[in-house]
């Protein structure tokens, strides 16, 4: 109270006021995070979430007794946490959104993806010896689009709008041209719409269609073939320039109980191969507000993963091809990674003309009643895809949710209050208070991030240097 009564310290907090007022944003507000209490309990916090760019603030309590006696071994609140907070990383596997979080998602995704080419994970290492193929499946032409390298050669014909149906020049692959229509007025947008909202049915379609192909090949019944085999898939989604979604999808035949059973002698990389090629082209689907039947394009692409280190595609390439694909969205178009609400959204969004068109396609075919079901409107965002980046069959491999598990379990393994021998129970409740940082708290989560990853980096070199 003294102080407040003496006119030079009044005085000299009225100026020190007036100083963070003057300062801008940042500077004010990393002044306010320095003299937060428990300030070095919130950076414990923001290492713990790995640098996490947005993350989640729970309140709340847990307990964790001694099932057989009740004794509280362990209690915790966030009461004594700064803000009375506590900080979880938001998960997001956008690298766009959150790089942090965007990483352990991509090394939970090659561990899974491996997982299921050589074994490991709770998946036994005969699957390694199994027929396993690496395969590309793309969209069908909407209409010609620049490309990288050599661009259509130059042609005296021009389209019915009077567009040149040649280019002729030399693009770079980060050329903002590459994936524009050359013609946007002959490039069919409402059927690339539909193509990507259909593209996880016509990826359904290839599967069952696979078990049939494989019959007609082997000269067995289309019954009996799915009592000797099983297919063991994961594929993740890309988006391609032009903004059409692709997959990459690592197939795996097994035996007839999954990855513990080996599949039955016919069952040879060969045969499967042929049968990726014929099933691909016999998926058809047809669709409401086109006349056009959605196919995959005719450019597929598979190769054999036969283990060995001379091989073309490796085991762990192609699990670290699927895992860097597994934290992109839209990126590679260049499209939105939020949804929108309005096509005003749109006014301020720094988008090509092309993404623009689809964007707003996708937008005006959701008002349509026969399209309701593809809610295009809710992922005008995602150029009308709907389907989750990446997905796997049931026996393929592990789950996020076992690694995420693993490595929980393996955290806890490491701390104090887990040096009891009896079981135990805990019970939580938890609420969400917040999300996100302020300016200051961005900078120093984004500095936390960066040197979390160089760490691991000169970690790496070090291991392969002891390697060597």
């Not at 042609?155 to 040649?166: D, I, N, T, Y």
């Not at 595609?313 to 260049?334: I, Q, R």
């Not at 887990?418 to 961005?442: C, K, L, N, R, Y």
Request: net charge positive.
């Amino acid at each position: 109270m003294a102080a407040h009564n003496d006119p030079g310290a009044r005085r000299a907090y009225l100026d020190q006021e007036a100083r963070l007022r003057a300062l801008p944003d940042i500077d004010r507000d990393l002044v306010r995070l320095g003299q937060l209490p428990g300030l070095h309990r919130w950076l414990d916090q923001i290492r713990a979430t790995g640098g996490c760019a947005a993350p989640i603030y729970l309140a709340g309590r847990s307990v964790t007794s001694d099932a057989t006696t009740g004794e509280v071994l362990r209690e915790y609140s966030t009461a004594g946490e700064p803000g009375a907070r506590l900080a979880v990383r938001c998960r997001n596997r956008r690298a766009g959104r959150c790089p942090p979080c965007s990483r352990e998602h991509a090394g939970d995704t090659f561990h899974l993806v491996r997982a299921g080419l050589v074994g490991g994970k709770g998946v036994p290492d005969r699957v390694r010896t199994h027929p396993r193929l690496f395969v590309t499946l793309t969209a069908p032409s909407f209409g010609s689009v620049h490309r990288s390298a050599t661009c259509h050669p130059t042609r005296r014909r021009r389209c019915q709008h009077g567009a040149s149906l040649g280019c002729g020049r030399f693009h770079d692959s980060a050329d903002p041209a590459v994936g524009q229509p050359l013609c946007p007025d002959c490039y069919d947008y409402t059927v690339h719409i539909l193509w990507n909202a259909h593209a996880p049915a016509l990826w359904k379609a290839f599967r069952d269609n696979l078990y049939h192909h494989l019959a007609n090949r082997a000269g067995v019944s289309r019954t009996a073939v799915r009592k000797l085999v099983r297919v063991s898939a994961a594929k993740v989604t890309e988006y391609q320039q032009r903004g059409a979604v692709h997959f990459h999808a690592v197939i795996r035949l097994d035996g007839p109980t999954g990855p513990d059973s080996s599949p039955p002698d016919w069952a040879t990389a060969g045969l499967l191969l042929e049968a990726v090629h014929t099933a691909a082209a016999a998926v058809s689907l047809t669709a409401p507000g086109t006349e056009r039947p959605l196919r995959f394009g005719t450019q597929l692409d598979a190769h054999e993963l036969t283990g060995r280190p001379s091989s073309r595609v490796t085991d762990e390439a192609v699990a670290a091809y699927v895992a860097k694909y597994s934290t992109k969205s839209t990126d590679t178009a260049g499209a939105l990674d939020r949804r929108i609400t309005s096509l005003a959204a749109l006014a301020s969004a720094n988008l090509t003309p092309h993404v623009r068109a689809l964007v707003e396609t996708a937008w005006h075919l959701g008002s349509r009643p026969d399209l309701q079901h593809l809610r295009l409107r809710a992922w005008a965002h995602m150029l009308g895809y709907r389907g989750h980046c990446l997905t796997k069959t049931r026996a393929f491999s592990t789950t996020y949710t076992a690694l995420r598990t693993a490595r929980a379990d393996h955290t806890r393994a490491h701390e104090l209050y887990t040096d009891w021998d009896t079981e135990s129970i805990t019970e939580a409740a938890w609420h969400f208070v917040g999300q996100g940082h302020t300016p200051a708290e961005q900078l120093i989560a984004a500095g936390i991030a960066e040197d979390i990853l160089m760490n691991r980096e000169v970690a790496r070199e070090e291991r392969g240097g002891a390697s060597r």
